[in-house]
């Protein structure tokens, strides 16, 4: 159990759920599977999944919980192939012209009677509710995925109280200040990716792979008006992580000898092993999040 990305959010004010109200509220809202013509469904399962028995699962004061999403994937070219025959035979039969409203509803009607037929897609986003620090994390590559599960979470609880993490710096001043000067703050190492924007609209994007940031290479672009808007970053040689130009940690990465601390925990005991892991993961991503606020001034009082 081990987040790959970090939406990072805090509570406005304490969650007034208590963890029997949490987790009768997110009964309410189980997931159920797409019917014939559902389009798509979203609903909470038990993060622990066939293991599990709740929908929130607690450790070491820490909640976890988990969004299923089915979707049904429908070809845009299959869609756009049947309604392109259909207006033509409209228009064909009857020697007119098919405006757009009836093809919006003609579209409707395909979408409709090709759906039972359909393929299904499941997605699972977990969320990790730190009440402690009053800290909100979604484990999702987009502000919009992670916008999803709160929405529904908001939906299941009557209100949730949460803001994103703002920071008082712009994060793509700082990485770029970072590589011109070459001065990296103490408890992070710079790794070998990076992405440079130019600031003139259409300037293009360089995108830096196996490469020694702090060369004089990346010097020029960045003296020709490119500035940096994703790093990569380590912090005490135990997470990596790219940094991006909003407070968002993606593709995170334990360190092995991190991981290799529960390896002693018996593989059939997948419980003890996941709380273990849970424990693990909030522990050095509690400290982990207060150092990159510092990174960049702090954060921005509301």
Not at 159 to 181: A, F
Request: charge should be negative; glycine fraction near 6%.
């Amino acid at each position: 159990m081990f987040f790959k990305n970090l939406q990072v959010y805090r509570f406005t004010r304490p969650l007034e759920q208590d963890a029997d109200a949490l987790e009768k509220n997110l009964e309410e809202f189980r997931f159920k599977s797409c019917g014939s013509q559902d389009i798509s469904k979203l609903g909470w399962v038990f993060p622990m999944g066939k293991s599990g028995s709740m929908y929130t699962h607690s450790a070491t004061k820490q909640i976890l919980i988990c969004l299923k999403k089915e979707e049904k994937m429908l070809p845009a070219g299959v869609i756009k192939d049947q309604l392109s025959e259909r207006v033509e035979a409209i228009e064909l039969e009857q020697g007119r012209a098919v405006k757009k409203k009836e093809k919006d509803s003609l579209k409707e009607e395909i979408v409709m009677q090709l759906l039972p037929r359909a393929f299904s897609r499941t997605s699972q986003t977990y969320a990790w509710i730190d009440p402690e620090s009053g800290m909100f994390y979604v484990d999702a590559s987009s502000a919009r995925k992670a916008e999803e599960l709160i929405s529904l979470l908001r939906k299941s609880l009557g209100s949730l109280p949460v803001v994103p993490i703002q920071l008082k710096n712009q994060t793509d001043v700082i990485m770029t200040d970072w590589l011109v000067e070459g001065n990296i703050p103490a408890n992070f190492k710079l790794e070998d990716e990076a992405e440079l924007c130019s600031a003139l609209e259409g300037g293009g994007i360089i995108r830096c792979k196996q490469q020694d940031l702090l060369s004089d290479e990346i010097k020029n672009h960045l003296s020709a008006d490119k500035f940096v808007t994703k790093l990569a970053l380590n912090w005490a040689d135990s997470i990596s992580f790219i940094m991006g130009e909003e407070f968002a940690l993606k593709r995170l990465k334990f360190a092995d000898v991190l991981q290799e601390q529960n390896e002693d925990i018996d593989k059939d005991d997948f419980a003890a092993r996941f709380d273990a892991d849970f424990a693990l993961m909030t522990g050095e991503i509690k400290q982990l999040i207060p150092a990159v606020i510092e990174l960049f001034g702090g954060e921005q009082t509301l």
